[in-house]
T-cell receptor
């Protein structure tokens, strides 16, 4: 069964550094998402992406964040200058088509630790 | 996006049927109801989705009354491995902004 993959599984970085989290969505999916989950809290929507542009973003997704689909398979989330409060699990998800964007398939997540 | 309300937590025993109810009084005509499951340190997993009446798959059933202001996720004969957080989401299938609530933490005991 096809699945969403994410790398790395765990990233440790120092405050102020840039990080790039990588995702490979399911191959025939067209819609891509990033979420984060701070330990013990709910899953928070960050951004959705379709046709090489952002479709929706939350208030969390400020100028420090950017997303990109650099090639036909990868989908990345960049945090330009990490803060301590960026420490969280980051999940990538994908969905197949616009008729059902609520049926999303999530990756295993990247645990980001900012020290 | 319709606001959803679920119990914070529920306990059950192995082999029992578990019903988790979600209230969504402000559901819109185009909104669907979707349920996800999340195990610790894993991403959410899509379980089931419906618009009205009853939907069943190999994992769960979803019951939606005629007024659609609530829905009930039914898990038949739960096992210890069903211990997880269950999220109810309500929204337009074509929406690009997916909002998760706090979910219901189900704890299955032996």
């Amino acid at each position: 069964e096809p699945e969403v993959t994410q790398t790395p599984s765990h990233q440790v970085t120092q405050m102020g550094q840039e990080v790039i989290l990588r995702c490979v969505p399911i191959s025939n999916h067209l819609y891509f998402y990033w979420y984060r989950q701070i330990l013990g809290q709910k899953v928070e929507f960050l951004v959705s992406f379709y046709n090489n542009e952002i479709s929706e973003k939350s208030e969390i997704f400020d100028d420090q964040f950017s997303v990109e689909r650099p090639d036909g398979s990868n989908f990345t989330l960049k945090i330009r200058s990490t803060k301590l409060e960026d420490s969280a699990m980051y999940f990538c998800a994908s969905s197949q088509d616009v008729t059902n964007t609520y049926e999303q398939y999530f990756g295993p997540g990247t645990r980001l630790t900012v020290t | 996006l319709a606001k959803t309300t679920q119990p914070i937590s529920m306990d059950s025993y192995e082999g029992q049927e578990v019903n988790i109810t979600c209230s969504h009084n402000n559901i819109a005509t185009n909104d669907y109801i979707t349920w996800y499951q999340q195990f610790p340190s894993q991403g959410p997993r899509f379980i089931i989705q419906g618009y009205k009446t009853k939907v069943t798959n190999e994992v769960a059933s979803l019951f939606i009354p005629a007024d659609r202001k609530s829905s009930t996720l039914s898990l038949p004969r739960v096992s210890l491995s069903d211990t997880a957080v269950y999220y109810c989401l309500v929204g337009d299938q074509g929406s690009f902004k997916t909002i998760f609530g706090a979910g219901t933490r189900l704890f299955v005991k032996a």
